[in-house]
């Protein structure tokens, strides 16, 4: 069975415990390879790696850097169909998920990030005819990159890239439960002959790895893309030591509806917001707040669509729905579906796992949900407080523009909302009003690269996306000149 190695200072090195995780595919419960259970002795060889990589890597201009990047997005861009091929197996996403986002997505991030410092500019002030003050952002050294399971090769892309390109030296560590897009992506340093040590990769589990990626001394900057308690816990040990922290964690989105909205599209797009990726993604809707006016309208328009969902087995192109990512996952989402019964939930569809007679042969231990919603809940409940991160969605009506703030805002998390309505006043002053670092109008997941991307309250700390993600790999310098 393939082993999943280290990748550290341009070798695939076996684990110092020689020991190996499982790799499970979710679709059908079968271990198909193996990934290195790594621990603190394999991170210290890899930020050894990168110690004697980064002079070399920071010293050269950022042409050289972009260089490489873009061979390296080159050769993703190639091998499209084998890293997507990977990314479903890994995930259990549908493959044309895969193919039309994942990858291309983690294309873009590479390439974004390599033309983005060519045209990045610093800072002068003329303080006086004799003063001259100057912003000088130097890279910081060794950083960690540690990213979740749901968008693998994306996230870890995402924030692989602008640390390389702002010439840091980077030990990246992506979710053991997905990690074998990050083997190929270490494949293809090897084969474009990336500078040996610039980009190192350790498998393993969070505890074990990522803790040892977060607590070592050199590592000066820890960019961590995850659950809020996850998050907790890497800001208690890396605040104390100083160092930089980027937190992208959990999220519980709103996709609010006004009565004045174009329904047909509203609804399509709040289906997708609530069930793409099996509502395994950050940004996913899974509170629906509906205009009391048209949410009958709403809701039997929107079961129709949600029992149109097209489920099966996630390599063939025809799924529109996949697995959920692990058999703990999807146990974690059900037991979610029954505290929302017991919270008085009233279950319209789905609401339960995919019976093995209703999935292909290959599949019938794979971890399916059926796409489920459920309505009769107050805001406040815990279903509707607590991020379920699953094929679960709520129905809730609201009375007006203040109710819809109020619900909207109302839980610990403020990562991002959809509004539906075509009065442009209401679109602009419900968007200043909400808690959330990203508001979508009349859309959802429409992405600029360049744009800030994160979360306020306990959805986030920092942002990533455009120069946010360059300022934050690099230390800012203010030299003063007299002359
Ligand atoms: P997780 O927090 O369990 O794990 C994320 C990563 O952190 C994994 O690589 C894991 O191995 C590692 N990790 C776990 N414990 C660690 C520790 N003590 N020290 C260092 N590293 C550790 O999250 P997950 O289950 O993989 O992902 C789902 C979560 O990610 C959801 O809450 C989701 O909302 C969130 N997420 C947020 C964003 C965003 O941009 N805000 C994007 C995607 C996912």
Same mark, same amino acid.
């Given at each position: 069975? *393939?082993?999943?190695?280290?990748?550290?200072?341009?070798?695939?090195? &076996?684990?110092?415990?020689?020991?190996?995780?499982?790799?499970?595919?979710?679709?059908?419960?079968?271990?198909?390879?193996?990934?290195?259970?790594?621990?603190?002795?394999?991170?210290?060889?890899?930020?050894?790696? $990168?110690?004697?990589?980064?002079?070399?890597?920071?010293?050269?201009?950022?042409?050289?850097?972009?260089?490489?990047?873009?061979?390296?997005?080159?050769?993703?861009?190639?091998?499209?169909?084998?890293?997507?091929?990977?990314?479903?197996?890994? &995930?259990?996403?549908?493959?044309?998920?895969?193919? %039309?986002?994942?990858?291309?997505?983690?294309?873009?991030?590479?390439?974004?990030?390599?033309?983005?410092?060519?045209?990045?500019?610093?800072?002068?002030?003329?303080?006086?005819?004799?003063?001259?003050?100057?912003?000088?952002?130097?890279?910081?050294?060794?950083?960690?990159?540690?990213?979740?399971?749901?968008?693998?090769?994306?996230?870890?892309?995402?924030? #692989?890239?602008? $640390?390389?390109? %702002?010439?840091?030296?980077?030990?990246?560590?992506?979710?053991?439960?997905?990690?074998?897009?990050?083997?190929?992506?270490?494949?293809?340093?090897?084969?474009?002959?990336? =500078?040996?040590?610039?980009? &190192?990769?350790?498998?393993?589990?969070?505890?074990?790895?990522?803790?040892?990626?977060?607590?070592?001394?050199?590592? *000066?900057?820890?960019?961590?893309?995850?659950?809020?308690?996850?998050?907790?816990? #890497?800001?208690?040990?890396?605040?104390?030591?100083?160092? *930089?922290?980027?937190?992208?964690?959990?999220? *519980?989105?709103?996709?609010?509806?006004?009565?004045?909205?174009?329904?047909?599209?509203?609804?399509?797009?709040?289906?997708?917001?609530?069930?793409?990726?099996?509502?395994?993604?950050?940004?996913?809707?899974?509170?629906?707040?509906?205009?009391?006016?048209? /949410?009958?309208?709403?809701?039997?328009?929107?079961?129709?669509?949600?029992?149109?969902?097209?489920?099966?087995? =996630? #390599?063939?192109?025809?799924?529109?729905?996949?697995?959920?990512?692990?058999?703990?996952?999807?146990?974690?989402?059900?037991?979610?579906?029954?505290?929302?019964?017991?919270?008085?939930?009233?279950?319209?569809?789905?609401?339960?796992?995919?019976?093995?007679?209703?999935?292909?042969?290959?599949?019938?231990?794979?971890? @399916?949900?059926?796409?489920?919603?459920?309505?009769?809940?107050?805001?406040?409940?815990?279903?509707?407080?607590?991020?379920?991160?699953?094929?679960?969605?709520?129905?809730?009506?609201?009375?007006?523009?203040?109710? $819809?703030?109020?619900?909207?805002?109302?839980?610990?998390?403020?990562?991002?909302?959809?509004?539906?309505?075509?009065?442009?006043?209401?679109?602009?002053?419900?968007?200043?009003?909400?808690?959330?670092? #990203?508001?979508?109008?009349?859309?959802?997941?429409?992405?600029?690269?360049?744009?800030?991307?994160?979360?306020?309250?306990?959805?986030?700390?920092?942002?990533?996306?455009? /120069?946010?993600?360059?300022? @934050?790999?690099?230390?800012?310098?203010?030299?003063?000149?007299?002359?």
């Amino acid at each position: 069975m *393939k082993k999943l190695n280290n990748y550290i200072g341009g070798d695939f090195i &076996n684990p110092f415990s020689d020991t190996y995780i499982e790799n499970i595919n979710p679709a059908t419960g079968k271990i198909f390879s193996l990934i290195a259970d790594s621990d603190q002795n394999d991170v210290n060889l890899a930020v050894e790696a $990168a110690k004697v990589a980064f002079p070399e890597w920071s010293s050269k201009g950022a042409e050289f850097r972009s260089k490489w990047l873009l061979k390296l997005a080159n050769y993703i861009q190639e091998n499209i169909e084998k890293f997507a091929q990977a990314e479903t197996e890994d &995930n259990g996403k549908p493959i044309s998920l895969s193919r %039309s986002i994942d990858i291309p997505r983690a294309v873009q991030n590479l390439s974004f990030f390599a033309t983005a410092i060519l045209h990045d500019k610093d800072e002068a002030h003329h303080t006086s005819t004799n003063v001259l003050n100057y912003t000088l952002r130097q890279p910081l050294g060794v950083v960690g990159c540690i990213s979740p399971w749901n968008l693998p090769l994306y996230l870890f892309t995402w924030k #692989i890239a602008p $640390a390389l390109a %702002s010439g840091n030296c980077v030990i990246a560590k992506p979710s053991e439960l997905t990690p074998y897009t990050a083997y190929l992506l270490s494949e293809a340093c090897q084969a474009i002959n990336f =500078p040996a040590g610039v980009l &190192n990769i350790v498998h393993g589990y969070g505890h074990k790895t990522g803790a040892a990626i977060v607590s070592h001394t050199d590592t *000066k900057a820890i960019s961590f893309t995850g659950g809020t308690q996850t998050g907790k816990t #890497i800001a208690s040990i890396a605040a104390p030591m100083f160092k *930089k922290l980027s937190l992208e964690l959990g999220g *519980k989105n709103a996709t609010i509806i006004f009565a004045d909205t174009n329904l047909e599209e509203a609804t399509q797009m709040a289906l997708k917001a609530a069930f793409t990726n099996q509502g395994q993604i950050c940004l996913c809707g899974s509170r629906i707040l509906i205009e009391e006016s048209i /949410y009958e309208e709403f809701k039997i328009k929107f079961i129709e669509k949600v029992n149109q969902l097209r489920l099966g087995d =996630p #390599i063939n192109e025809n799924s529109q729905q996949g697995a959920t990512v692990s058999k703990t996952h999807q146990e974690k989402v059900i037991s979610y579906i029954e505290i929302a019964k017991n919270e008085g939930g009233k279950i319209l569809t789905g609401g339960n796992k995919v019976s093995s007679n209703q999935l292909p042969e290959r599949c019938k231990n794979g971890f @399916f949900i059926q796409p489920t919603v459920i309505e009769n809940l107050s805001a406040y409940c815990k279903t509707n407080q607590e991020e379920i991160f699953g094929a679960v969605t709520t129905l809730i009506p609201f009375k007006n523009e203040n109710e $819809a703030i109020e619900f909207a805002n109302c839980t610990p998390y403020g990562l991002s909302a959809s509004v539906w309505t075509q009065n442009l006043a209401r679109a602009h002053r419900v968007a200043s009003k909400l808690e959330t670092g #990203i508001v979508w109008i009349n859309t959802w997941l429409l992405r600029d690269l360049r744009t800030p991307f994160g979360g306020a309250k306990q959805s986030g700390v920092g942002r990533e996306g455009g /120069y946010e993600a360059l300022r @934050f790999f690099t230390e800012e310098k203010n030299v003063c000149l007299k002359f």
